[in-house]
């Protein structure tokens, strides 16, 4: 079992920038992807950016939907700190949102997640 905590969210001016941190623990042996998903108030969550770890590419899932904010968002990750970070650049009051983490066992993002971290909230003033 793997285990999820999403952090750094608050607020953030308009044109600045934000970066959220996902510290996995447990069960992180052999492949496995993490990615980043976002929930506006009111409307459902989508995905954002997966990375993958291990041999195989676990993060295949190719679309344009969300383009705009994906060309202004940046994964990384520290394998010292195991964690996983999401940055977005020149964010908007419609990234207002709760971000959340998940992995996944399989190539599945952003359709189904294995485990999934709590959320933080990120609220962009204009």
């Known amino acids: 079992e793997v285990q999820l905590q999403a952090s750094g969210g608050g607020l953030v001016q308009a044109g600045g920038s934000l970066r959220l941190s996902c510290e996995v623990s447990?069960?992180?042996?052999?492949?496995?992807?993490i990615g980043w998903f976002r929930q506006p108030p009111g409307k459902e969550r989508d995905g954002i950016l997966c990375i993958s770890f291990g041999e195989k590419d676990l993060c295949t899932y190719n679309s344009d939907y969300l383009q705009e904010l994906k060309d202004r968002s940046t994964i990384s990750s520290d394998s010292a700190k195991n964690t996983v970070y999401l940055q977005v650049d020149k964010v908007k009051p419609t990234d207002t949102a709760v971000y959340y983490c998940a992995a996944a066992e399989e190539d599945s993002f952003p359709y189904y997640m294995d485990y999934w971290g709590q959320g933080t909230l990120v609220t962009v003033s204009s």
């Open positions: 447990g069960d992180t042996f052999g492949e496995y992807s």
